[in-house]
């Protein structure tokens, strides 16, 4: 399935029209993670930032906007990086089939 996907250097879809639940979830298992209820939260929370905003929040905003809109709780750091612990911003918008956040290149 990832192999038929048109993805950048990093892994990143490079057209979301690509995205699927299935394809996140191919792609995660390449990056060794299995995603939990708690990872879809994130996920449609950036694709839904990203859809009304037209980019991700920087690194500094991730987790101000998370807590936010989801609570406290799940936009601490500690949160976060249990989630996605490479890298908390890169992860959830490569799973929400979103380009590769300018900080993280």
């Known amino acids: 399935m990832l192999a038929e ?3 950048d250097e990093y892994g990143f879809l490079k057209q979301r029209s690509q995205w699927t639940k299935s394809v996140a979830e191919a792609m995660a298992l390449d990056d060794g993670l299995v995603l939990s209820v ?20 920087n690194a500094r ?34 799973y929400a089939g979103l380009p590769i956040p300018p900080s993280c290149i």
């Open 38 to 57: 708690a990872h879809w939260e994130i996920i449609h929370f950036m694709q839904a930032y990203y859809d009304e905003y037209n980019h991700q929040p």
């Open 5 to 7: 996907l048109n993805r």
């Open 61 to 94: 905003l991730f987790g101000q906007a998370i807590k936010k809109s989801l609570g406290a709780s799940k936009g601490s750091s500690i949160y976060l990086y249990k989630l996605f612990p490479d890298g908390p911003l890169k992860y959830a918008n490569k």
